[in-house]
């Protein structure tokens, strides 16, 4: 059974950078073909898509942040890692890791973290 | 980028009920299609994928169906256990844009 726990810091200070690393356990994170993806979600809002990582090492990212995000994996640790610059109170959110995949040309999110609050705030 | 829209935003139902949600999109995304299932504190749970597979584990009392830019999900004899937020979202292109989001409550 795959599993995906996120860790980081849950407050980081306006104009800094968000770190975030998704452990996955059940499952090596280079076998297979799948996307290691990060999604949002504000409070009591709904789902933003972030961005993904495929097992290859390209990379999508949402446009809206694009400039702003990276994800990377560490293949040695089975994790991989968002990383959000020049955060503003609009990033706060719930941010989950999750694991894509797809057969034909389609994507969609079978295994997800519980979730990890981030607020941005000094 | 792709738009999601779904209604209703909300929905009362009863046990037994059977519910069906829209989600449009604002270009033809062929059979991308998702449909996830939230409840309160935790992480959306996978229920169909290209629009009409069911996602191992889920009940057969989800469906989806649709193609193009017209989607729905049903499900047939709801149980106390769906009443919870239920989020569509394409995967035609990027950004994987989601519906708002359908909460469904108990009448």
């Known amino acids: 059974q795959v599993q995906l726990q996120e860790s980081g810091p849950g407050l980081v200070e306006p104009s800094q950078t968000l770190s975030l690393t998704c452990t996955v356990s059940?499952?090596?994170?280079?076998?297979?073909?799948?996307?290691w993806s990060w999604i949002r979600q504000p409070a009591g809002k709904g789902l933003e898509w972030i961005g993904r990582m495929y097992t290859s090492g390209s990379t999508n990212y949402n446009p809206s942040l694009k400039s702003r995000v990276t994800i990377s994996v560490d293949t040695s640790k089975n994790q991989f890692s968002l990383r959000l610059s020049s955060v503003t109170a609009a990033d706060t959110a719930v941010y989950y890791c999750?694991?894509?995949?797809?057969?034909?040309?389609?994507?969609?999110?079978?295994?997800w973290g519980q979730g990890t609050l981030v607020t941005v705030s000094s | 980028d792709i738009q999601m829209t779904q209604s209703p935003s909300s929905l009362s139902a009863s046990v037994g009920d059977r519910v069906t949600i829209t989600c449009r999109a604002s270009q033809s995304i062929s059979s991308y299609l998702n449909w996830y299932q939230q409840k309160p504190g935790e992480a959306p749970k996978l229920l169909i994928y290209?629009?009409?597979s069911l996602q191992s584990g889920v009940p057969s009392r989800f469906s989806g169906s649709g193609s193009g830019t017209d989607f729905t999900l049903t499900i047939s004899g709801l149980q106390p256990e769906d009443f919870a937020t239920y989020y569509c979202?394409?995967?035609?292109?990027?950004?994987?844009?989601f519906g708002q989001g359908t909460k469904l409550e108990i009448k």
């Open positions: 979202q394409q995967s035609y292109s990027t950004p994987y844009s």
């Open positions: 059940g499952g090596s994170i280079s076998s297979g073909s799948y996307y």
């Open positions: 290209v629009a009409f």
């Open positions: 999750a694991r894509g995949r797809g057969d034909y040309g389609d994507y969609y999110c079978d295994y």
